[in-house]
């Protein structure tokens, strides 16, 4: 209620005069000039404040200008309540636009800021907590299990596996072997590493994301309402017209045209014209189209944080997804059971879980959940032992079991069929007495409307769709092969992401589709963002333009549907708001408008603007 203060002062002194003068109180000029002059400051200095402001930057002629000297006239001609209503409508008007706007600037910096301020760094035989902006190049970083990599570094110890959600967008662990990079950001998954540092804190993986968010930022120029970029023009033409209604009777006098030159009848002519031509009906009608746009949206689950992103989300031609959460479920399916030809899948599926049981693998638990549903019962699994970085291996019913990647069946002497390597996906290998047994196909299922969601794109004609991903490039084929996407590209980094976006804007309008914390740059960078809600990070969700609340991909294409409409009738408030506002002012020369016209052709305009704005309401999208 705060920042409606001074539009509900000035609007309750302004009924209240309305109300005295109504009722056929005489009240003395002198105490009119007083009320309505108190009234007027509270919306009327910060319109002031905006005009100077545009003059100091070389902007004389904007609609700043010609509200106050609309104002200006109406008081000078004893108008009072007209020269108030103008600035209060004004001022309303830019009130609901920038408490929608607004929404979309929240901080940020500390939402997405997630590196780690702490670093444990190990000095002689102890490690010690130091600020991490205080780790110098080439010291050595013990990260527990758990715990967050704070500074870029190279892997000192045994091959061990990294959650690179922050940096990748991908659910499942990465291992990294000795002397491979880690990169800030990463977690350490299931044991104690250690990292000797190669940048300082300022220049890691998550300092320069952080810095693409706010470049990024800084480059995305927002969408002009219509009546800033035709201001200019307006208030120059209504000006030289006012002027004009005053200088052309005093010419035509001069040179004898006219008998009497009455300046009082031709200056309450300029000033009631000054009034008609303030620009109130189309700062007031053109957001409130954009608003039944964005309460509309938001009765689907879309929510878009200003009517400007509704406009650039008219214009969309190309939408980039990202993978993981959002186009696919964010977690592990089994897809298939591919057993050697002596063994029985049944059987390959019970030796697999019964091991697998014992990992808390996503992986391992994608298997066993797959068990469950089958109704398999499982073995008793004796001796397990985990292979750092590769798999189990354990005894199951008397034999020897191996469950894992190709380099533990390849470490106990197990070959494989040449076209097993061919797989894609996430592949488990099981091997039984040495022998290759089969393996399990696992992959990150995609939504269910994922497929649907690509179709109804196309039918809005958004016909250039890309996936962009973390995940192996053979991964990111596979999943848009199921769900009709041309164009795939995987091994993707958070940079590489904006660079390919930034190239793809050059040819057309883009919408980026994420979820994660490492989509938060192309998130700022898209011509739109939008963000997955239920699942998706606080820095993809505050960073984004649009999210979609329950992170179904389909409405991406009804956001798109809703702006368009949306987009039309703006233009269509638009169109009839000048041309109400062009007959009035042709009535208002001819000397038959009066200033209560001019502010009634405003509303009148504006409600009619509602009752527009309510087709988007009812309209099946």
């Not at 305009?605 to 988007?616: D, F, P, Q, W, Y």
Request: glycine residues 8%; proline residues 3%.
């Amino acid at each position: 209620m705060k920042q409606y203060v001074s539009q509900i002062v000035s609007g309750l002194m302004l009924t209240i005069g309305l109300v005295v003068g109504w009722i056929g109180v005489q009240v003395p000029w002198q105490v009119s000039l007083l009320w309505y002059g108190i009234a007027v400051i509270p919306v009327g200095w910060p319109v002031v404040v905006e005009m100077v402001e545009t003059i100091r930057n070389g902007e004389i002629f904007s609609e700043f200008f010609l509200m106050v000297a609309a104002a200006l006239c109406a008081f000078i001609i004893g108008e009072y309540p007209e020269g108030v209503a103008v600035l209060l409508f004004y001022s309303v008007g830019e009130g609901l636009q920038d408490r929608a706007v607004d929404k979309a600037n929240d901080n940020i910096k500390a939402l997405l800021d997630v590196r780690s301020d702490m670093a444990l760094v190990q000095r002689g035989d102890v490690a010690i907590e130091v600020p991490s902006a205080e780790v110098a190049v080439g010291e050595v970083l013990v990260v527990r299990a758990g715990a967050r990599v704070p500074i870029d570094g190279l892997l000192m110890t045994d091959s061990a596996a990294f959650d690179t959600s922050a940096i990748t967008g991908e659910s499942a662990p990465r291992m990294i072997e000795k002397g491979e990079n880690v990169l800030s950001g990463m977690l350490a998954a299931d044991a104690e590493v250690q990292v000797r540092t190669t940048k300082p804190f300022g220049e890691s993986t998550m300092s320069r994301i952080l810095d693409m968010v706010q470049n990024a930022s800084e480059r995305k120029s927002p969408t002009e309402l219509f009546i800033r970029k035709f201001s200019g023009v307006y208030t120059m033409f209504a000006m030289l017209m006012a002027a004009s209604i005053i200088l052309l009777p005093l010419l035509a006098s001069l040179a004898g045209w006219i008998d009497v030159y009455d300046w009082h009848k031709w200056l309450s002519r300029a000033a009631v014209f000054m009034v008609i031509a303030c620009p109130c009906a189309l700062v007031v009608s053109i957001p409130l189209g954009y608003f039944g746009g964005i309460g509309t949206a938001s009765r689907h689950g879309i929510l878009v944080k200003g009517g400007n992103y509704l406009d650039a989300l008219a214009k969309v031609s190309a939408v980039a997804f990202d993978k993981t959460g959002t186009l696919t479920q964010g977690e592990f399916g089994l897809e298939e059971v591919l057993p050697a030809d002596a063994t029985n899948a049944d059987a390959l599926l019970v030796m697999a879980a019964s091991v697998e049981a014992h990992s808390s693998h996503p992986m391992a638990k994608a298997i066993c959940r797959y068990a469950a549903q089958r109704g398999v019962i499982l073995s008793d699994a004796a001796s397990v032992t985990e292979v750092a970085g590769h798999g189990l291996q354990a005894e199951v019913d008397a034999s020897q079991v191996l469950t894992g990647n190709a380099k533990l069946l390849a470490a106990h002497g197990v070959e494989m069929p040449a076209s097993v390597a061919a797989l894609t996906g996430a592949v488990v290998y099981v091997a039984v007495n040495g022998a290759y047994a089969g393996c399990l196909r696992l992959s990150d299922c995609p939504k269910p409307d994922a497929a649907k969601a690509v179709a109804s794109l196309a039918r809005l004609g958004v016909t250039r769709v890309q996936l962009l991903s973390g995940d192996r490039q053979g991964n990111v084929d596979e999943l848009a092969r199921k769900i009709g996407i041309s164009q795939a590209f995987g091994d993707l980094l958070p940079e590489d992401k904006v660079a390919h976006v930034d190239a793809l804007r050059q040819q057309a309008s883009v919408a980026f589709v994420g979820d994660g914390i490492n989509d938060a740059p192309v998130l700022a960078l898209a011509d739109v963002g939008i963000a997955m809600g239920a699942m998706g990070s606080d820095a993809a969700i505050e960073t984004a333009d649009v999210v979609i609340e329950d992170d179904n991909p389909l409405k991406v294409a009804t956001a798109i549907s809703i702006a368009r409409s949306t987009r039309r009738v703006v233009w269509q408030n638009v169109v009839m708001a000048l041309g109400i506002k062009l007959a009035v002012m042709v009535l208002g020369l001819l000397g038959i408008a009066n200033m209560w016209m001019g502010v009634f052709a405003d509303s009148g305009v504006a409600l009619l603007a509602v009752l527009n704005a309510i087709r988007i309401q009812r309209h099946k999208f």
